[in-house]
């Protein structure tokens, strides 16, 4: 019986594809956004002034993966020594008051959501060590984002490394 019903939903499921002449669904919840993704940007984008340009103007183009998650990048930016980093290379990560999980630094960034490497944890109020050296336009290859009870409950920030091995720092404030 579960079988005919999955059949049944299967066969529903691309009669409607077909109709639509999609094979991807496209959401209808405007709360899903890849800002940085092939440029893309709008009045809402979370990130700073130095995150959204390009490597050579000494600003890094970070990428925010927004989905309906629990936890939202409010603000996210690059400072460089020119900009007051002093030589550090740290991520400051803010999150709410009350939030009882952990902040992952995440290896093995490739432009997506899942598929990391691993994934380094610190306690809220850690400093958050980068490392990863990477040369433009290939991809920084650290991701953050919050975790509870093991299961990630916020937005994505990547694209988060050392370009061309220049000291930089990232904030990145969670609401």
Known sequence: MNKQLIQQAVELLIQALNETGTS???PDNKEYHDYGV???TDS???RGPHAKSHVDNESIHLTVHQGNNKYKVQYVDSIWDKHGNG???IARVNVPQGFNGQIVLATGYQG???KFDSEILHS???EVVID???TPPALGPLAIYLKENGVRVSDIV???GLPKGNHVSYVINFT
């Open 124 to 126: 809220p109020g850690q």
């Open 38 to 40: 092939n440029s893309y």
């Open 24 to 26: 991807t669904p496209i």
């Open 87 to 89: 030589g550090k290379h």
């Open 158 to 160: 990547g694209n988060i």
């Open 132 to 134: 990863g050296k990477f």
């Open 112 to 114: 997506g959501t899942s």
């Open 44 to 46: 809402l984008d979370p």
